[in-house]
């Protein structure tokens, strides 16, 4: 199975005043299975708020916020995370072009033991593919990530995956475009049929007896029926 080689994959931005080549973190493609119709969308690398190209000593912007994004064929939008959430937002934004590098050769790991030796026995990168479902809607979402942090132990043989960020389609949103149900997440999970998704989201913050202010961090927790795949690549060729 060809999957995305996520370390040689990138958005690249081009501008009069700008050109930038980002990293991608994740993917999340969308199906309607009624409407026959596919969609991907594109996490990129998060970077600081910065003055590009700026003055010395001028370069990094403060008060400082992340800045990341989620691009589209059709639609895209710019997502800036400040260390307190009223500040927070979100951008449309024009789709740029997106290069896409894929392992060429793979190896589903399907059980504990195949995963504890491709994770001890292998310096190859390993993708996971994530499948949630809405039946009620008829939309599948397939999320495909690196797999930066594998936890496996040997006695008795088990693994557990916690990585990210990644896309997560919250099928909850009455929304009209799959765009507007996205958020940010890690994913956690040690079963192939289950995984718990930790989403950004603002979180009131409390200092003694003070008044509180709301931060963003990744405080709640969704547990989902999913199918979770394990991808390992064999050897080195891309295409």
Not at 30 to 42: C, F, L
Not at 118 to 129: A, F, I, N
Not at 204 to 223: F, L, N, Q
């Amino acid at each position: 199975m060809a999957v995305i080689d996520f370390s040689r994959s990138y958005m690249r931005w081009r501008s009069p005043g700008n050109n930038v080549r980002i990293l991608l973190e994740a993917v999340c493609t969308i199906t309607d299975e009624r409407a026959g119709t596919s969609s991907s969308y594109y996490l990129i690398a998060p970077c600081r708020g910065e003055s590009t190209h700026g003055k010395r000593g001028e370069l990094v912007l403060t008060p400082g916020y992340e800045f990341c994004g989620i691009w589209g064929d059709k639609e895209s939008f710019i997502i800036r995370t400040h260390w307190q959430s009223s500040r927070d937002n979100r951008q449309p934004h024009r789709p740029e072009s997106v290069d896409i590098r894929r392992f060429e050769n793979t190896r589903e790991l399907t059980d504990n033991r195949a995963v504890f030796d491709g994770t001890m026995g292998s310096g190859e990168p390993m993708v996971s593919r994530t499948t949630i479902r809405d039946e009620r809607r008829g939309l599948t979402a397939v999320l495909e990530y690196p797999v930066n942090t594998m936890n496996v132990k040997e006695s008795p043989v088990r693994f557990q995956v916690d990585t990210g960020p990644l896309i997560f389609p919250d099928f909850t949103k009455d929304v009209d475009r799959a765009i507007e149900s996205f958020e940010v997440a890690y994913v956690v999970y040690n079963r192939f049929d289950e995984a718990y998704f930790t989403l950004r989201k603002p979180l009131a913050a409390r200092a003694g007896d003070g008044p509180s202010s709301h931060i963003t961090d990744y405080s709640e927790i969704r547990i989902l029926p999913v199918e979770n795949r394990i991808l390992l690549a064999v050897g080195e060729g891309a295409k």
